[in-house]
């Protein structure tokens, strides 16, 4: 009976290790959440206006660029997966890859050939143990992302896009990211980027009943688009970077309670089991004890006679 209540006392030890490791881990992902939701609001702003100034030239304009303009037939596509470098948050990025992997299996059966870029080591630790081809990855940083971050991450997709597919260029950019609602909340998504469809870009430039207005431009719109558009991309990866970094640290937030709150339940029943068996110890021990005070009795009682 001793050796099981060893054994209880130091489950008790461990999973008491444990529980300060994740609590530590979830105040972590709380402070982090809270600096990640302030980078998505001040990020917005900047969006906004760049797509209102995007959506005014391919609107009042009659240019066709490869940045706006939808080919007759979509032969190659890429998609842009992001994930976390880390993991301990729940479903985070097994959520993420199944989007994009159900969005993979679309394009595919629409006749496309699918390029995959990757953000974060648990996206690209996935695809290379199955041996899928990654055209390009970046890691390191989905933390704590930076403008710096998403220029990087664009310039390969912009330069793909511009190409002609004969020489490896693509026909449409996908993302796919998780997009942070609520502490509770967060939602895998995939978006297509290019080329831009104007009339649901305007919607969301736009508030309802407002008129984009008229512009001249200088040297041309085709100059001014290829200027603008390179931006848009950066800052719509950006945001989607910012936005995955958020939920992943509510994600993590969420998971670290639930694990904190799981090994103080454990840690009650572990101790009641400890207490059960201090006490089957204590009454063995009394036993033993009126055992041998009773044999002791009846044998002194013996010899007397």
Do not use: C
């Not at 910012?242 to 998971?255: D, G, V, Y």
């Amino acid at each position: 009976m001793g050796a099981q209540l060893r054994v209880y006392k130091r489950r008790i030890r461990s999973v008491t290790a444990t529980k300060k490791i994740t609590k530590a881990m979830e105040m972590i992902a709380a402070s982090r959440v809270v600096k990640a939701q302030r980078k998505v609001a001040a990020s917005t702003p900047y969006a906004r206006e760049l797509t209102r100034a995007v959506t005014a030239v391919g609107t009042g304009s009659n240019t066709k660029h490869p940045l706006t303009t939808q080919a007759e037939t979509v032969t190659r596509s890429a998609v842009l997966l992001l994930t976390s470098d880390r993991g301990l948050a729940g479903a985070f990025n097994s959520n993420a890859i199944k989007t994009a992997e159900q969005l993979t299996e679309r394009l595919e059966r629409e006749g496309q050939e699918v390029e995959i870029y990757i953000v974060g080591r648990r996206g690209v630790a996935h695809y290379n143990f199955r041996e899928r081809k990654i055209a390009e990855s970046w890691t390191g940083f989905t933390d704590e992302p930076t403008y710096a971050d998403a220029k990087k991450v664009a310039a390969p997709l912009i330069e793909a896009i511009e190409k002609d597919t004969a020489e490896g260029g693509v026909d449409e950019l996908h993302i796919v990211f998780t997009e942070f609602v609520s502490m509770m909340t967060q939602t895998a998504l995939d978006d297509r980027l290019l080329p831009l469809s104007l009339e649901e870009v305007a919607k969301e430039a736009a508030p309802q009943g407002e008129i984009l207005p008229l512009y001249d431009f200088e040297p041309s719109a085709e100059d001014v688009l290829d200027a603008l558009l390179p931006r848009y991309v950066e800052s719509r990866i950006y945001n989607a970077l910012l936005q995955s970094a958020a939920s992943k640290h509510a994600a993590t937030r969420r998971a670290m309670k639930s694990a904190t709150d799981n090994a103080g339940e454990l840690i009650e029943t572990l101790s009641r089991l400890a207490n059960a068996a201090r006490q089957a110890e204590i009454t063995q021990e009394i036993s033993e004890i009126v055992g041998g005070a009773s044999a002791l009795a009846d044998a002194t009682a013996g010899s007397d006679r």
